[in-house]
Nanobody
């Protein structure tokens, strides 16, 4: 069982930055692929970013490319989402997710966090 706890959400003005963190339980975190998703009000959950267990492979949604960066610190069992140049349309609840299968499948995950709210004001 893997538990994921997100933090770092909040209210920010358009053009600002936030860094989300996701702390994971489990002794084999370094073997997990990790992802970030978001759900905006009235919309379906959508993929944001993914990072392979090795850290060598990443994938981003087109809407965040060049603005968001996913990274990990295996010593801290934590994955991050650095969000720059934020836009009002980035407003959503952001969820991190873990995949324990080491095969790369950036849209498929076994475990999910509870989410953290990000609100971008115009």
């Amino acid at each position: 069982q893997v538990q994921l706890v997100e933090s770092g959400g909040g209210l920010v003005q358009a053009g600002g930055s936030l860094r989300l963190s996701c702390a994971a339980s489990g002794r084999t975190f370094s073997r997990y692929s990790m992802g970030w998703f978001r759900r905006a009000p009235g919309k379906e959950r959508e993929f944001v970013a993914a990072l392979s267990w090795s850290g060598a492979v990443t994938k981003y949604a087109e809407s965040v490319k060049g603005r968001f960066t996913i990274s990990r610190d295996n010593a801290k069992n934590t994955v991050y989402l650095q969000m720059n140049s934020l836009k009002p349309e980035d407003t959503a609840v952001y969820y991190c997710a873990a995949r324990t299968d080491t095969r790369w499948a950036p849209l498929l995950y076994d475990y999910w966090g509870q989410g953290t709210q990000v609100t971008v004001s115009s």
